[in-house]
């Protein structure tokens, strides 16, 4: 039997939607008890955030895991922030997209940007960075690309640098453009729980 297509798991996915600072939040409820939440910017349709749950071995809910927006930081306590607050000068990796493309911001690398190479290892289905006075290394794979069992393209990735941020872009492929597009129209269809109406939230 065909695996099925990840568009038609997220179609097959128990769907639910609210409306909420300006962004629409989607639910996902995979079949196999995986859960997806993606926030999208209600003016623009830009996906905002990502994140992934799936169930932890004792069957309880695990902790969400963020594929695409800001990272969130652990609520701690006040004394316990205090103790194990991370450097701010720390490189922060994080994956910020626009409507054409992947995109990734690393702050707080502040080397001229003839120091970076960013490459693809097609063997790996990874994109690699790394830089020519060995201070930052790191390799990171497209989601995206493999759910849709696409190949990684040179040609689609490039970076630039400005204000202490490495910015990497990879030209999403005209699948992946067409695939979010139908997306689009279907979660347009998911009446949100809070918008007054009297219809089940759920699709």
Not at 85 to 106: A, C, G, H, Y
Not at 173 to 188: F, R, S, T, Y
Request: proline share 4%.
């Amino acid at each position: 039997m065909a695996v099925p297509s990840w568009l038609e798991r997220l179609r097959a996915a128990s769907k639910t939607a609210l409306v909420q600072d300006g962004k629409r939040k989607i639910h996902y409820l995979f079949e196999d008890g995986k859960e997806m939440a993606e926030e999208y910017d209600m003016k623009t349709g830009q996906l905002v955030s990502r994140k992934w749950r799936e169930k932890n071995t004792l069957g309880g809910s695990g902790k969400w895991q963020i594929e695409v927006g800001e990272p969130t930081l652990p609520l701690l306590g006040a004394l316990e922030s205090e103790l194990i607050k991370e450097s701010s000068s720390n490189p922060v990796f994080m994956r910020k997209d626009t409507l054409s493309s992947f995109q990734w911001r690393i702050r707080n690398l502040p080397y001229p940007k003839e120091v970076y190479s960013v490459s693809v290892e097609k063997e790996q289905r990874c994109c690699v960075i790394r830089t020519t006075n060995k201070k930052y290394y790191k390799k990171f794979s497209i989601p995206d690309l493999d759910r849709y069992q696409l190949p990684l393209d040179a040609a689609a990735l490039s970076f630039t640098h400005a204000n202490n941020t490495l910015i990497i872009t990879y030209q999403k492929p005209k699948e992946i453009l067409a695939a979010e597009e139908q997306l689009q129209k279907e979660l347009k269809k998911i009446k949100a729980a809070n918008n007054g109406d009297g219809d089940c939230k759920t699709q």
